[in-house]
């Protein structure tokens, strides 16, 4: 590869960089000490077969400070495991248990189920968590502190990624860099533009008005990536959101292990940037100027050099900013997007033979009407 082309890519890198730093010094952080919350806030807890995690996360979720008004809606999507037991082990009248039942013609499980939930969600505020996420106690009312201090309508505050494996050391860190070095989350937040967004389903606080506005889950009934969906559907309905900082507000390790990172991420990255094609297009960009510069600094090129410390530099401010692990994991920057790219290939090639599954249910195959089912 010719020393112009290197040139390029190692600037690229360098501005990816100082994108993510500017970008993670303007993210949203909410208040250490956030006011009491004045109106209803209903919890949407969303499950299938979570018999290992719900007790955990509901007893976080009813720990919360300053949410006087706090309801906890837990949805049991179909499953067999002893989740709903472990539910009713709680003896909290604020929390109440419902069935998802079997979702409409074109509804995923996820979707489905948080649309059950919030179905039953006073005026206010609506938090969906998913049930690997660990809440700290004033997460609700600091998440509820920032919509009300900037006149937000959704909010996404990214939990602190627990990692255990190489695997998820190598991969889960890539998904806030991702939006770190590529959204100007300023002007994401204010502009109407769906195209301008970055949310995670894992914790997301929204408006109930700006919602039910947007048409809510049914408006993204159809979607496997819903979380980026309803923030796009918030958006087109004159809603304004966004991520913010969510490191020290909670934290999620949402997979264990590699096959469970390998297959949770081949189930949905396919649809990543909308489209397969577009994925792959974006995982090649991501590939030249993340790789390409680290493999010229192994033969002596300065400007290959150059690029790949930016990029283990970029990778550092977010993982400091975002509760990952910095060092010695950014070093291997050009390492997890080579993971990320088998990955990527893995979901599209499923997506397009029609072969993904997800918890024991296929997805849709290309060109077929929507799923009935699918659990996250």
Avoid at 26 to 54: C, K, N, S
Avoid at 77 to 93: H, I, K, M, N, W
Avoid at 211 to 237: F, I, P, T
Avoid at 349 to 365: D, F, I, K, Y
Wanted: hydrophobic share 50%.
């Amino acid at each position: 590869m010719s020393g112009r082309i290197v040139r390029l890519l190692a600037a690229a890198s360098v501005a990816g960089a100082a994108h993510a730093a500017l970008n993670t010094a303007l993210l949203r952080r909410p208040p250490a000490a956030p006011p009491p919350v004045d109106r209803p806030v209903t919890v949407v807890l969303p499950v299938r077969d979570e018999v290992g995690q719900v007790g955990a996360c509901l007893a976080a979720v009813l720990d919360q400070r300053g949410v006087p008004g706090l309801r906890v809606v837990v949805v049991d999507d179909g499953s067999t495991d002893g989740t709903r037991e472990a539910v009713l082990a709680f003896a909290d009248d604020r929390v109440t248990l419902v069935e998802a039942g079997a979702p409409p013609p074109g509804w995923l499980g996820k979707p489905h189920a948080c649309a059950v939930g919030a179905a039953r969600a006073d005026d206010g505020v609506l938090v969906f968590v998913d049930a690997d996420v660990r809440l700290w106690p004033d997460a609700v009312a600091a998440a509820v502190a920032v919509l009300d201090a900037h006149d937000l309508d959704l909010v996404s505050p990214w939990p602190r990624p627990l990692t255990g494996s190489l695997a998820e050391r190598l991969v889960q860190p890539l998904s806030p860099w991702l939006w770190a070095t590529t959204l100007p989350v300023r002007l994401a937040e204010c502009s109407p533009r769906p195209s301008l967004a970055a949310a995670n389903g894992q914790f997301l606080v929204v408006r109930t008005a700006a919602y039910r506005r947007a048409g809510g889950h049914a408006a993204v009934a159809g979607e496997v990536l819903e979380d980026l969906a309803l923030l796009r559907a918030v958006k087109r309905a004159g809603g304004r959101g966004g991520p913010v900082d969510g490191s020290r507000l909670a934290a999620c390790r949402m997979y264990d292990g590699w096959p469970a990172l390998r297959d949770g991420y081949t189930k949905s990255l396919w649809a990543t940037v909308g489209s397969p094609a577009g994925t792959l297009a974006a995982a090649a960009a991501l590939t030249a100027v993340g790789v390409v510069p680290a493999l010229a600094a192994l033969r002596g090129s300065r400007a290959g050099l150059l690029g790949y410390a930016a990029g283990v530099a970029g990778r550092a401010v977010v993982a400091v900013r975002t509760g990952s692990r910095p060092w010695p994991d950014a070093l291997a920057h050009p390492v997890s997007l080579l993971v990320l790219d088998a990955l990527v290939v893995r979901s599209v090639r499923g997506h397009r033979r029609g072969t993904l599954t997800w918890r024991g249910r296929t997805l849709p195959a290309p060109g077929t009407p929507g799923p009935t089912t699918m659990g996250r």
